[in-house]
């Protein structure tokens, strides 16, 4: 990831993306998701479990061994560096929150678990949500499972290995999947495998959403073939993430909306 290339990215973005709260999309399904889940900012108890145990981790100095499937790249780092460096922040893991909320959907898939913070919004708005999230790193998913425990989430289901083998068999194992968060491998190939894969249980009412759709020119390819897919109907850009709807009432449109 290129420092200078996001800058550009996001200025770029800002210049372009519409800000208004709705006003003007001619689709009732999009201004109310725009007014309703974007526009809205309402704080729930939760939030405040869940930013309290990522402070916590921030200060956490214990070592992890990490396996990373996608870069190939085995090496070690620090609790408190992956919380402040590589975590969702709060902005993002409650809009997540809010997404799944609004569409009361209970057959969550999370691709990629890290130590869990983003896991915990994903599964925290209902005891009805069954949350599986897949990860390949065996400490990650120790040090994710003890998260979960503090924060008393029984409702997530932790799948431990490589997802290019692990997902066909989480997969096989679901009848429908409603909402599906995919922030694992950052390489255009496995993003789409994964996409295509998840397809075959998406229905009309599921959401799907890539993370770091601008992280790299390969990443924009990917999000690219992904927008113009023909089950797609409608996508939202909202930089930092990708929003992929199925809804067959809505028109082909991608909506760049500020954040």
Same mark, same amino acid.
Not at 196 to 206: P, Y
Not at 223 to 244: A, C, E, L, N, Y
């Given at each position: &990831?290129?420092?200078?290339?996001?800058?550009?990215?996001?200025?770029?973005?800002?210049?372009?993306a519409? #800000?208004?709260?709705?006003?003007?999309?001619? @689709?009732?399904? &999009?201004?109310?998701?725009?007014?309703?889940? +974007?526009?809205?900012?309402?704080?729930?108890?939760?939030?405040?479990?869940?930013?309290?145990?990522?402070?916590?981790?921030?200060?956490?100095?214990?070592?992890?061994?990490?396996?990373?499937?996608g870069?190939?790249?085995?090496?070690?780092?620090?609790?408190?560096q992956?919380?402040?460096?590589?975590?969702?922040?709060?902005?993002?893991?409650?809009?997540?929150?809010?997404?799944?909320?609004?569409?009361?959907?209970?057959?969550? +898939?999370?691709?990629?678990?890290?130590?869990?913070?983003?896991?915990?919004?994903?599964?925290?708005?209902?005891?009805?949500?069954?949350?599986?999230?897949?990860?390949?790193?065996?400490?990650?998913?120790? #040090?994710?499972?003890?998260?979960?425990?503090?924060?008393?989430?029984?409702?997530?289901?932790?799948?431990?290995? #490589?997802i290019?083998?692990?997902?066909?068999?989480?997969?096989?194992?679901?009848d429908? +999947?409603?909402?599906?968060?995919?922030?694992?491998?950052?390489?255009?190939?496995?993003v789409?495998?994964?996409?295509?894969?998840?397809?075959?249980?998406?229905?009309?009412?599921?959401?799907?959403?890539l993370?770091?759709?601008?992280? @790299?020119?390969? &990443?924009?390819k990917?999000?690219?073939?992904?927008?113009?897919?023909?089950?797609?109907?409608?996508?939202?850009?909202?930089?930092? &993430?990708?929003?992929?709807f199925?809804n067959?009432?809505?028109?082909?449109?991608?909506?760049?909306?500020?954040?």
């Open positions: &990831m290129s420092v200078v290339r996001i800058i550009y990215k996001y200025i770029k973005h800002s210049l372009t519409r #800000n208004t709260k709705g006003f003007g999309v001619h @689709s009732p399904f &999009m201004f109310q998701f725009i007014q309703n889940v +974007l526009s809205e900012r309402h704080y729930f108890y939760v939030f405040s479990e869940i930013e309290a145990l990522r402070s916590e981790l921030k200060k956490d100095k214990t070592i992890i061994s990490i396996t990373d499937f870069s190939g790249e085995n090496r070690e780092s620090s609790v408190s992956i919380a402040n460096k590589s975590l969702k922040s709060a902005k993002y893991g409650q809009l997540l929150f809010r997404i799944i909320r609004y569409f009361n959907a209970v057959n969550v +898939l999370e691709l990629g678990t890290s130590i869990g913070i983003t896991t915990s919004y994903l599964a925290s708005s209902s005891s009805k949500i069954k949350c599986t999230s897949l990860e390949g790193c065996p400490q990650l998913v120790q #040090n994710a499972g003890s998260n979960f425990k503090k924060l008393n989430l029984n409702n997530i289901e932790l799948v431990v290995g #490589n290019d083998s692990t997902l066909e068999d989480v997969l096989n194992k679901t429908k +999947l409603d909402f599906i968060f995919i922030d694992a491998n950052h390489y255009s190939e496995a789409i495998k994964y996409f295509e894969m998840c397809l075959s249980k998406v229905h009309n009412d599921s959401v799907i959403i993370d770091d759709i601008y992280w @790299s020119e390969d &990443m924009e990917a999000w690219k073939i992904i927008k113009d897919h023909p089950r797609v109907t409608s996508t939202v850009d909202i930089f930092q &993430m990708g929003i992929v199925f067959s009432h809505l028109h082909k449109k991608n909506y760049k909306l500020h954040y």
